[in-house]
């Protein structure tokens, strides 16, 4: 079975799948979205996604068994058929979808939920309720954006956050949601031939990372002091996002 062997992508990638496991592992909620991004600065988004894929369904089942009986029900009920949708929309729309184009796209998720982040001031008495239309409206959006590129938690945070549920709720209803997702993907993934032998290789090399990932979470979750960790990392969010929107706009010309 062959692999990808440039030691530089493994310099990238082996960060990229810690950083995946630990935000699995509840420390750092949506920056796994960086995963995808990152590795498009060495490989095409599309390559990257079709690696990330099989690695994101492992950490997946780990993280059901710690929350298979936690989950808002009526919130999975709004969110998944949009999400279902969205995936849909994504694999007919994969054709059209220039390894430029998804760059952009990934860089303008990245500084969008970047800003989001600094800029979001909600009234600290506000809440939020569970709703139909805007659940099926960002499940969707959570859906096409986790099949290009994995990047479905911003879409789910600007629905879940807002509502303000229990820490151990939201978490449960987040890993219920992407283990639906993630498996719904294998399907029009492996319809597109992205599931290739040097791609799968290349999971499978990456694979024992995940469970060091998830216990680095772990452990960060309980020992390490978050707002810095965010601190650091929203800057790096950023900074990938701007460097993916630059090529990516490069490629298709629209700089001057």
């Known amino acids: ?43 095409s988004p599309i390559q990257a996604a079709a690696i990330v894929l099989p690695i994101l369904c492992v950490m997946d089942i780990f993280g059901l068994l710690a929350y298979r009986r936690t989950a808002d029900w009526r919130n999975l009920g709004y969110l998944l058929p949009g999400a279902v949708i ?73 629905y879940m956050l807002p509502q303000k549920l229990d820490k151990t709720l939201y978490v ?36 024992p990372l995940a469970p060091l990932g998830i216990w680095l979470g772990v452990k960060a979750h309980k020992m390490v002091s978050e707002v810095l960790f965010y601190r650091i990392a929203y800057v790096l969010v950023l900074l990938t996002g701007g460097k993916l929107l630059w090529d990516g706009l490069s490629g298709m010309n629209l700089l001057f």
């Open 172 to 207: 449960g209803t987040s890993v219920w949601f992407f283990f639906a997702i993630n498996y719904v993907k294998l399907i029009p993934y492996g319809l597109l031939g992205q599931f290739s032998v040097q791609n799968i290789g290349t999971s499978l090399v990456l694979l």
């Open 1 to 43: 079975m062959t692999f990808i062997t440039d030691p530089v992508f493994y310099i990238i990638a082996i960060p990229v799948v810690l950083l995946i496991g630990i935000s699995k592992g509840g420390f750092a909620g949506s920056l796994g979205l960086l995963s995808v991004p990152l590795l498009s600065l060495m490989i």
């Open 86 to 158: 969205g995936i849909l929309i994504g694999y007919l729309l994969f054709s059209y979808l220039s390894s430029d184009f998804i760059k952009v796209l990934l860089g303008v998720i990245c500084v969008v939920f970047t800003l989001n982040h600094y800029a979001r001031r909600v009234p600290a008495d506000h809440v939020a309720k569970a709703n139909l239309i805007r659940g099926s409206f960002w499940g969707s959006i959570a859906g096409f954006t986790s099949f290009v590129a994995h990047a479905g938690g911003p879409p789910l945070q600007f």
